[in-house]
């Protein structure tokens, strides 16, 4: 007779599956949440941009009759640019999103996009303008701009910082950017910056993603890994690319 025994799961196996599962699930959510919230928020901001635009556009009317007509047809002409860019980038952020979603890097580059698509129309400034009570979240949106592409560089393709120090960099970065959107009236918020210590800030983090990712690339990857990496120089070129015409139509027009 042959007996048949159901092999024992031990207690911390389970516990690791369910947190894995419940981490997944947050992921999730998070990425949900943050979607909702940038495609609200800058659908609210639509209607007081236009108005930001035409009173802009009326104080320089010599310069927008002779191209556009009136300041009405200018700061349509701008959301419409906007908008255009915006669904480039959201598509792009969905399309990744959906195919390597459960994949740490996946998941990055797409929330990376999200967050590069409402900041490419600016849209949110007018909206803080009317209703500062949206500053924070505004703000958060812009802060995650500068987190996660430096996120992406340390750690593309296995989700693990190289070098070592830049898991010590990436954690100060995550406790600035969560504690950014509390300080937006405050003299410490990067908007009361110097210039010169904006750009010393902005090339400091940059460089050092970069250098990492070169660091990477050449010392580190294995020949799959290096595929992947010239694919999201690819998808991050077409991004940057969409983001310079955007601004090219936007204000070298004029």
Do not use: C
């Given at each position: 007779?042959?007996t048949?025994?159901?092999?024992e799961?031990?207690?911390d196996t389970?516990?690791?599956t369910?947190?894995s599962k419940?981490a997944?699930l947050?992921?999730?959510?998070a990425?949900?949440?943050?979607?909702?919230?940038?495609t609200s928020?800058t659908?609210a901001s639509i209607g007081?941009?236009?108005a930001?635009s035409?009173?802009?556009?009326s104080?320089s009317i010599?310069?927008?009759?002779?191209?556009f007509?009136?300041?009405e047809?200018?700061?349509t002409?701008?959301?419409?640019v906007?908008l255009v860019?915006?669904?480039a980038f959201?598509s792009m952020a969905?399309?990744?999103?959906?195919?390597h979603?459960?994949e740490?890097?996946?998941y990055v580059?797409?929330?990376?996009?999200?967050?590069?698509?409402e900041d490419l129309?600016?849209?949110?400034?007018a909206l803080?303008?009317q209703?500062?009570?949206?500053?924070?979240?505004g703000?958060?949106i812009?802060a995650?701009t500068h987190l996660?592409?430096?996120?992406?560089l340390f750690?593309?393709?296995?989700?693990?910082?190289?070098p070592?120090?830049?898991q010590?960099?990436?954690?100060?970065?995550?406790i600035?950017?969560l504690?950014?959107?509390?300080?937006?009236y405050?003299?410490?918020?990067?908007?009361f910056w110097h210039g010169?210590l904006?750009?010393i800030w902005?090339?400091?983090i940059l460089?050092?993603?970069?250098a990492?990712?070169?660091?990477?690339?050449?010392t580190?990857?294995?020949?799959?890994?290096?595929?992947?990496t010239?694919?999201?120089?690819f998808?991050?070129?077409?991004?940057?690319?969409?983001y310079l015409?955007?601004?090219?139509?936007?204000f070298?027009?004029?």
């Amino acid at each position: 007779q042959v007996t048949l025994t159901t092999p024992e799961v031990r207690p911390d196996t389970q516990l690791n599956t369910l947190t894995s599962k419940m981490a997944r699930l947050g992921s999730r959510v998070a990425w949900v949440i943050i979607a909702t919230l940038i495609t609200s928020m800058t659908l609210a901001s639509i209607g007081p941009n236009y108005a930001l635009s035409v009173e802009r556009a009326s104080a320089s009317i010599d310069v927008i009759r002779p191209i556009f007509g009136t300041p009405e047809i200018y700061a349509t002409y701008l959301i419409v640019v906007g908008l255009v860019g915006m669904i480039a980038f959201i598509s792009m952020a969905v399309l990744i999103y959906w195919q390597h979603g459960t994949e740490y890097i996946g998941y990055v580059v797409s929330l990376m996009l999200l967050v590069l698509g409402e900041d490419l129309t600016n849209f949110v400034d007018a909206l803080v303008a009317q209703v500062p009570l949206m500053a924070i979240p505004g703000d958060m949106i812009r802060a995650l701009t500068h987190l996660l592409p430096v996120v992406a560089l340390f750690t593309f393709p296995t989700g693990k910082a190289v070098p070592r120090w830049g898991q010590f960099l990436l954690w100060v970065l995550t406790i600035w950017t969560l504690a950014r959107p509390f300080l937006y009236y405050t003299p410490f918020h990067p908007r009361f910056w110097h210039g010169s210590l904006t750009l010393i800030w902005f090339i400091g983090i940059l460089g050092s993603g970069l250098a990492a990712a070169i660091y990477r690339y050449r010392t580190v990857s294995t020949p799959e890994q290096r595929q992947q990496t010239r694919w999201i120089v690819f998808t991050g070129g077409i991004a940057i690319a969409v983001y310079l015409i955007q601004l090219v139509i936007q204000f070298v027009v004029l």
